[in-house]
């Protein structure tokens, strides 16, 4: 079987990899990509302009936690990019905070409350509403949130990007919204892959 490419967008330091955790290390090879060239990227660009990786040329895009850094009006640009560096069939793994299980927090007044630990520290609303403070503190402006999203606004968009299908779900002790979507057409046997839970078109 030929080896498949995996685009790692937001790759972040090599040792965050998508292989041997949501797919298997065996049969995939890594392509890693980054706006901050201080993290040893294989390609350095933007998610809004991934002119370096060519039109369906790879097999899956991870994206985890990036799509929040960007303005909003920059989202629909970052998801056509992802969707045209696929192959047709292609797969999106995508995640991104929970903003609306977030915002149940700070309406209790719990802003500044460790909600759990990462592997940077304990993270509290106010890191996933305003991007990691610690990171801030330290000058990595890469690191602020300048959107969020919601299950219906994430879902809206996936769709008007090309995505479909478009499975969601809730990771709730991270608070956080994952994604599973295809660039079309999709193996036959995705529908039944995803479950049952698909955004409202």
């Given at each position: 079987m030929p080896i498949k490419t995996v685009l790692n967008v937001g790759c972040g330091q090599r040792a965050i990899s998508i292989l041997g955790s949501s797919l298997p290390a065996e049969g995939w090879r890594e392509l890693r990509l980054d706006i901050d060239p201080k993290v040893d990227p294989d390609i350095v660009a933007s998610m809004t302009d991934m002119a370096p990786v060519p039109d369906g040329s790879v097999d899956a895009v991870w994206s985890s936690h990036n799509l929040e850094h960007l303005d909003p009006h920059e989202v629909p640009v970052a998801l056509r990019e992802f969707l045209r560096v696929l192959t047709p069939g292609g797969t999106l793994l995508l995640t991104v905070p929970d903003l609306q299980a977030v915002a149940?927090?700070?309406?209790?007044d719990r802003l500044d409350e460790t909600l759990y630990e990462s592997r940077q520290g304990p993270i509290r609303p106010l890191d996933?509403?305003?991007g990691y403070g610690p990171a801030l503190a330290a000058?990595?402006?890469?690191?602020a949130h300048r959107n969020g999203f919601t299950p219906n606004l994430l879902g809206r968009l996936l769709q008007e990007a090309g995505f479909e299908p478009v499975a969601m779900w809730r990771r709730a002790q991270a608070y956080e919204l994952q994604v599973k979507a295809f660039r079309p057409p999709?193996?036959?046997?995705?529908?039944?892959?995803?479950?049952?839970?698909?955004?409202?078109?």
């Open positions: 149940r927090l700070v309406a209790e996933i509403v305003y000058g990595n402006r890469f690191m999709a193996p036959a046997e995705a529908l039944e892959e995803l479950g049952l839970h698909f955004p409202a078109g």
